[in-house]
């Protein structure tokens, strides 16, 4: 199925953004008292402190969040487009048996070969794993 990457690239990435996930809810939760007083909207941004993301955080502040950073850096453009597809699946954009249209679709954003976007999912961790199990790439018990 995949052409570019592997599946143990696709659980390398979905293990380190669980890591940078845990190593968020570390930096938040020392964050629990500081007033951030009145914050402006940006633009398309549903939250306004943008909390939700992994990118709250420098990769100085999580080193697994540098780590899966300079994965997806490393990784060709058209292994980054694979891997957005898998996302894509597991988000539930696509199904398992889609996975044509969700590689033609993966491609077809503006910076489909750029990391950042993938970099910043709060769930893609949740999202990989689950895209690798709607595609039969992973076994029962999450091998």
Same mark, same amino acid.
């Given at each position: %199925?995949?052409?570019?990457? $592997?599946?143990?690239?696709?659980?390398?990435?979905?293990?380190?953004?669980? *890591? @940078? /996930?845990?190593?968020?809810?570390?930096?938040?939760?020392? /964050?629990? &008292?500081?007033?951030?007083? *009145?914050?402006?909207?940006?633009?398309?941004?549903?939250? !306004?402190?943008?909390?939700?993301?992994?990118?709250? /955080? $420098?990769?100085?502040?999580?080193?697994?969040?540098?780590?899966?950073?300079? /994965?997806?850096?490393?990784? $060709? !453009?058209?292994?980054?487009? *694979?891997?957005?597809?898998? %996302?894509?699946?597991?988000?539930?954009?696509?199904?398992? &048996?889609?996975?044509?249209?969700?590689?033609? *679709?993966?491609?077809? @954003? !503006?910076?489909? $070969?750029?990391?950042?976007?993938?970099?910043?999912?709060?769930?893609?961790?949740?999202?990989? %794993?689950?895209? =690798?199990?709607?595609?039969? =790439?992973?076994?029962?018990?999450?091998?």
């Amino acid at each position: %199925m995949f052409k570019q990457i $592997s599946v143990d690239t696709v659980k390398q990435a979905a293990d380190l953004a669980h *890591e @940078a /996930m845990a190593d968020r809810q570390r930096f938040l939760a020392g /964050m629990r &008292n500081i007033d951030l007083g *009145e914050q402006r909207a940006e633009r398309g941004s549903r939250n !306004p402190t943008d909390l939700d993301a992994l990118n709250i /955080m $420098s990769t100085d502040a999580s080193g697994a969040l540098d780590q899966l950073t300079r /994965m997806l850096e490393g990784l $060709s !453009p058209e292994q980054r487009t *694979e891997l957005r597809a898998v %996302m894509m699946v597991g988000r539930g954009d696509f199904a398992g &048996n889609q996975w044509d249209r969700a590689l033609d *679709e993966a491609g077809r @954003a !503006p910076d489909a $070969s750029h990391y950042t976007d993938i970099a910043e999912r709060i769930d893609l961790h949740d999202y990989l %794993m689950k895209g =690798l199990y709607e595609l039969n =790439l992973l076994k029962k018990n999450g091998q």
